[in-house]
């Protein structure tokens, strides 16, 4: 029986990563392992629903820390070949830039940026320390890019960051036929859009997009597969929208 490839979701404890390590671990493609910086119910329930041992699967890590981010990618690697990471790390501030201070703009920045950096990096050496040939990188981005709101400005400002650091960094990935993008996410059902932004607000967003509706987690899903799938190696460098229609 051939060996299946793994996919870390890293930050899987959020709501909308948790939505996806579910989806995933449906599917006959991957093993999936998922980590978490500091609390892990709903995530080791998921694993638990599919009878799979959250303790084999799940790995606690603080995805700024390069030397944690060294010590997940090792033992992550015991359980066989990681073949693609996709990166839900975020944080993001509702306060106007003037209401906002100095430490919580750094937070921001340092919550969303590092571990994409950090990520992208360790995955690289992985790949061609280990003599491997091909990956995935998937970075989570924002649509508060192209169409920011009210009180986002650092997270605007991480999440452009991240975009720069897969267009900047695709070509030497590419020499090791890892392909890196990133996914601006329009407005979905749950997690951080449906937390922060009022209902009125995302109601009126929904009706003004082209799909009418908000996303699902299955939507999401979809297009992560295709971005993993080992024949999308000639999609890279690439900021591709997920927002419904968002004009």
């Not at 890293?10 to 709501?15: L, Q, R």
């Not at 694993?47 to 997940?72: S, T, W």
């Not at 024949?231 to 890279?236: A, L």
């Amino acid at each position: 029986m051939t060996e299946k490839n793994l996919i870390i979701v890293a930050s899987g404890n959020s709501e909308l990563g948790q939505s996806v390590v579910e989806n995933l671990l449906t599917e006959d493609n991957f093993e999936i392992a998922a980590t978490y910086r500091s609390e892990a119910t709903g995530l080791n329930k998921t694993y638990l629903d599919v009878n799979k041992d959250p303790n084999k699967y799940c790995f606690k890590a603080d995805l700024r820390d390069v030397e944690q981010v060294q010590q997940m990618i090792f033992k992550i690697a015991k359980l066989g070949r990681i073949w693609g990471i996709i990166n839900f790390s975020g944080e993001a501030t509702s306060k106007r830039l003037f209401r906002t201070s100095q430490p919580e703009i750094e937070n921001v920045i340092m919550n969303n940026l590092m571990p994409a950096i950090n990520l992208t990096t360790e995955f690289l050496k992985y790949v061609s320390v280990g003599g491997f040939t091909g990956g995935r990188l998937i970075q989570i981005s924002s649509i508060t890019v192209r169409r920011p709101l009210p009180g986002t400005v650092p997270y605007v400002i991480a999440k452009s960051g991240i975009e720069g650091l897969v267009r900047s960094s695709a070509e030497e990935l590419g020499r090791f036929q890892i392909t890196t993008n990133a996914l601006r996410l329009g407005y979905f059902d749950r997690g951080m859009a449906k937390r922060d932004v009022p209902n009125e607000i995302l109601e009126t967003i929904s009706k003004s997009s082209a799909s009418r509706s908000l996303g699902m987690p299955h939507n999401l899903s979809a297009a992560l597969n295709y971005l993993l799938d080992k024949n999308s190696g000639f999609q890279t460098g690439s900021i591709i929208d997920l927002d419904g229609g968002l004009f």
